[in-house]
């Protein structure tokens, strides 16, 4: 049985700086690709950013330069750095996985397992 648990999100300032995590359980993450989502209030969830098994990443236009993707596979952890953040980051970020690679690493619709979801609000 396949789990994700994200942790760190909280409440910054415009400006500041998160580090979220995702544990996974149930299955080694080391072939699987994995991504960062997130749902604002009153919007479709989006892709943020995707590392596949041979570490390339991927990233949505809105968080490149501020945002960077990372594994640790030993840990079976996946996290997400972010920088300069803005209010427009506000909302409920997720971690998924996939395990397989498809053209549009971005895209919901790739990803199998997903986390339960943990809130960062910028004001």
């Known amino acids: 049985h396949v789990q994700l648990v994200e942790s760190g999100g909280d409440s910054v300032q415009d400006g500041g700086s998160l580090r979220l995590s995702c544990v996974v359980s149930?299955?080694?993450?080391?072939?699987?690709?994995l991504g960062w989502f997130r749902q604002a209030p009153g919007k479709q969830r989006e892709g943020i950013a995707a590392i596949d098994s041979s570490n390339r990443d991927r990233y949505a236009n809105f968080v490149k330069g501020r945002f960077t993707i990372s594994r640790d596979n030993a840990k079976n952890t996946l996290y997400l750095e972010m920088n300069r953040l803005k209010p427009d980051d506000t909302a409920v970020y997720y971690c998924a996985a996939s395990d397989y690679t498809p053209i549009q690493v971005l895209a919901r619709e790739a990803y199998r397992w997903w986390g339960q979801g943990t809130q960062v609000t910028v004001s």
């Open positions: 149930g299955n080694s993450i080391k072939p699987w690709l």
